[in-house]
């Protein structure tokens, strides 16, 4: 996997506690196992809000109108509504 470097700002404490803790050979692997794990957990309580919002009643009802819009709004740039 390629590597890119990448520059933050964390607080200053933060900062220390990751330098103190992490041996400096193991601080990007560290970064990268941490920052993998919060964008996983992230992605994973959007998808059941997803699944909660997709639950409900009222949510089908509107993507079903919206659906229905959909049908009839041709797009500016597509010229086969045209014909």
């Known amino acids: 996997m390629a590597?890119?470097?990448?520059?933050f700002s964390v607080?200053?404490?933060l900062a220390e506690l990751f330098l103190k803790r992490?041996?400096?050979r193991s601080r990007s692997r560290f970064?990268?196992?941490?920052?993998?794990?919060?964008?996983?957990?992230?992605?994973r309580r959007l998808?059941?809000?997803?699944?909660?919002a997709n639950r409900q009643a009222e949510v089908g009802a509107l993507e079903k109108e919206l659906d229905e819009l959909q049908?009839?709004?041709?797009?500016?740039w597509?010229?086969?509504a045209k014909r």
């Open 3 to 7: 590597a890119r470097k990448m520059t």
């Open 11 to 13: 607080p200053s404490e």
């Open 22 to 24: 992490v041996p400096a």
């Open 31 to 43: 970064l990268a196992e941490a920052l993998s794990k919060k964008l996983s957990e992230r992605d």
């Open 47 to 52: 998808a059941l809000s997803c699944e909660m």
């Open 71 to 76: 049908d009839a709004v041709t797009e500016p």
């Open 78 to 80: 597509d010229d086969s």
